[in-house]
C-alpha cells in the first residue's frame, strides 16, 4: 500500500501543479489583454490634432512599434486565427524580412491601414 500511497501523493502534487500552472496563464492573458487595450488609446494626443486643423486631422496617425504588433496580434487572433496568413503577408510585403522589426516605421501607419481593411468578406 505504501506504492500507492506515493503514487496518489505524486498525483495529487502534479494536479496542484497543473492548476497553478493555469492559473499563472489565466493571469499572464489578462495582464496582456488590459496593456494591449490600454496602449493604442491615447485620448489627450487625439484630442490634440482634432483642435489643430482638418488638414492635419486626416493626417496619418504615428504609430509606436508596441501599438502596431498589439494590433497585428489582435487582428491575426480574430476569427480563430482565419487572419493570421494574411496578416503575416502583409508584414512581409512592408518588411523584407518577414517580422515587424524589418518595417520601417514610417509605414507603419500604412500598414495598419491594410491590416485593418482585412473583412470575412
Do not use: H, W
Not at 500507492?4 to 496542484?16: G, Q, R
Not at 492548476?19 to 488609446?41: D, H, I, N, Q
Amino acid at each position: 500500500m505504501s506504492k500507492m500511497s506515493e503514487l496518489s501523493a505524486m498525483i495529487d502534487s502534479l494536479i496542484k501543479c497543473g492548476e497553478s500552472l493555469a492559473e499563472t496563464g489565466r493571469a499572464l492573458k489578462e495582464f496582456y489583454s488590459e496593456s494591449t487595450e490600454e496602449t493604442p488609446v491615447k485620448p489627450e494626443k487625439k484630442a490634440k490634432k482634432q483642435e489643430s486643423s482638418p488638414s492635419e486631422a486626416t493626417a496619418e496617425k504615428q504609430y509606436s512599434k508596441e501599438e502596431v504588433r498589439g494590433i497585428l496580434a489582435k487582428k491575426a487572433n480574430e476569427a480563430d486565427g482565419r487572419f493570421k496568413a494574411d496578416v503575416k503577408t502583409i508584414v512581409q510585403k512592408y518588411g523584407n524580412g518577414g517580422s515587424l522589426t524589418d518595417v520601417d516605421p514610417k509605414d507603419y501607419a500604412a500598414l495598419v491601414t491594410e491590416v485593418e481593411g482585412l473583412t470575412d468578406a
